[in-house]
């Protein structure tokens, strides 16, 4: 598995291939029947029985792709470290320690080490972004009613 540094935006070659894929597998999904469906490989012949769930998370895969978006696969349960986590949310580690102290974010200690789970941290993220976005939103209607923003 990559690290989070690794991964990278689709090349214009893998997004066209994505999106023409993408599109192919949705009206595929549709139609199906059956919640493990089969799928074959065109260049060996070889047919392989997939949950429905995993061809749906390859659609999700193939549209990010297509619209340029890097990705990352990761188990919900993973742990990571502080330094990672800090990564993830663009900030320091030292200020991301600090979140875990005031309780902001939950976290475990293995030996000296702090632990957090990969979703809290996404949570934690998306928490911050809806924030963010409330404050922007805020901050117009502010400046509108104050007639310094001209929408």
């Given at each position: 598995?990559?690290?989070?540094?690794?991964?990278?935006?689709?090349?214009?070659?893998?997004?066209?291939?994505?999106?023409?894929?993408?599109?192919?597998l949705?009206?595929?999904i549709?139609?199906?029947?059956?919640?493990?469906?089969?799928?074959?490989?065109?260049?060996?012949?070889?047919?392989?029985?997939?949950?429905?769930?995993?061809?749906?998370?390859?659609?999700?895969?193939?549209?990010?792709?297509?619209?340029?978006?890097?990705?990352?696969?990761?188990?919900?349960?993973?742990?990571?470290?502080?330094?990672?986590?800090?990564?993830?949310?663009?900030?320091?580690?030292p200020?991301f320690?600090?979140?875990?102290?005031?309780?902001e974010?939950?976290f475990?200690?293995?030996?000296?080490?702090?632990?957090?789970?990969?979703?809290?941290?996404?949570?934690?993220?998306r928490?911050?972004?809806?924030?963010?976005?409330?404050?922007?939103?805020?901050?117009?209607k502010?400046?509108?009613?104050?007639?310094?923003?001209?929408?």
């Amino acid at each position: 598995m990559k690290s989070f540094n690794e991964i990278k935006k689709p090349s214009k070659e893998e997004q066209k291939l994505a999106i023409e894929s993408y599109g192919a597998l949705v009206s595929a999904i549709s139609q199906l029947k059956s919640d493990e469906p089969e799928i074959e490989i065109e260049e060996t012949r070889e047919r392989i029985k997939i949950p429905l769930s995993a061809l749906k998370l390859l659609g999700e895969i193939l549209d990010a792709m297509g619209k340029g978006k890097p990705f990352s696969l990761v188990p919900i349960a993973t742990e990571v470290t502080t330094q990672k986590a800090a990564e993830i949310l663009g900030c320091s580690r030292p200020h991301f320690v600090k979140l875990l102290e005031e309780g902001e974010i939950g976290f475990t200690k293995v030996g000296k080490h702090r632990r957090v789970k990969f979703e809290d941290v996404m949570r934690y993220k998306r928490k911050m972004k809806e924030k963010q976005k409330r404050h922007i939103i805020d901050i117009m209607k502010a400046d509108e009613e104050s007639g310094t923003y001209d929408s």
